[in-house]
């Protein structure tokens, strides 16, 4: 079975500093990863994917992410925190049996002006 | 990029009444849907997988008979709540596989909030 643990429930950062999001997986074999984002009342927005091919994966809005295989880990990253980032962050993982998505338990990401 | 449509955006019925949430992928044939439903502050749930022409396959814990999952075409597949009751108000979000792709992403609906008087 293959799972993802969101490391932190909430992350709070002034806007223009780096913004941090840890995710760890747990997988028999090499996983495909995704990062969401959910806005308030709204549906989920893919903000980036691994899916086996460059580690390092980036995404739409500045985000980033590395695949890192020795600590079971894909943070995501974004330099400089904006206003608009304020939301519900979710770390994926598919299984390639039945397509099915395991969601972490998320982070509110709030940004202070 | 692939679109996914919900309808209605948001609902408020009387319990003991039904009410239907359509799934619509627009620029796709998605051969898999899925429907989650998420409660306040919470994660995803996946409730149902639904397979076009086929009977859905629904997690555990989920009743089949209060939630009733069509999927008649590639692209639509409809959830009914049947006998609402104030427990089954959340907001219910489906998404959408597309066949056609590498199979691994999904497009997500924009949800439907569903509140039972």
């Known amino acids: 079975a293959q799972s993802v643990t969101q490391l932190d429930s909430h992350v709070s950062v002034s806007e223009g500093t780096p913004v941090l999001l840890r995710c760890n997986y747990s997988?028999?074999?090499?996983?495909?990863l995704f990062w969401y984002v959910q806005h308030p009342n709204k549906g989920l927005q893919l903000l980036l994917k691994y899916t086996s091919a460059a580690t390092l994966v980036k995404g739409i809005n500045g985000f980033e992410a590395e695949f890192k295989k020795s600590e079971t880990s894909f943070h995501l990253t974004k330099p400089s925190a904006h206003m608009s980032d304020a939301a519900e962050y979710f770390c994926v993982v598919i299984s390639y049996y039945d397509y099915k998505l395991s969601f972490g338990a998320g982070t509110t990401v709030t940004v202070r002006a | 990029g692939a679109v996914v449509s919900q309808h209605p955006s948001w609902v408020i019925c009387k319990s003991g009444t039904s009410v239907k949430i359509e799934c619509r992928s627009l620029?796709?044939?998605?051969?898999?849907m899925f429907w989650y439903r998420q409660f306040p502050k919470q994660s995803l749930m996946l409730m149902a997988t639904s397979n076009e022409g086929s009977k859905a396959t629904y997690e555990q814990g989920v009743e089949k008979d209060k939630f009733l999952i069509n999927h008649a075409s590639l692209t639509l597949s409809t959830l009914t709540v049947t006998s609402a009751h104030p427990e089954d108000s959340s907001f219910y979000i489906c998404?959408?596989?597309?066949?056609?792709?590498?199979?691994?992403?999904?497009?997500f609906g924009p949800g439907t909030r569903l509140t039972v008087t």
């Open positions: 998404s959408a596989r597309d066949g056609a792709g590498d199979g691994y992403e999904q497009y």
């Open positions: 620029d796709f044939q998605a051969t898999t």
């Open positions: 997988s028999s074999y090499s996983p495909s």
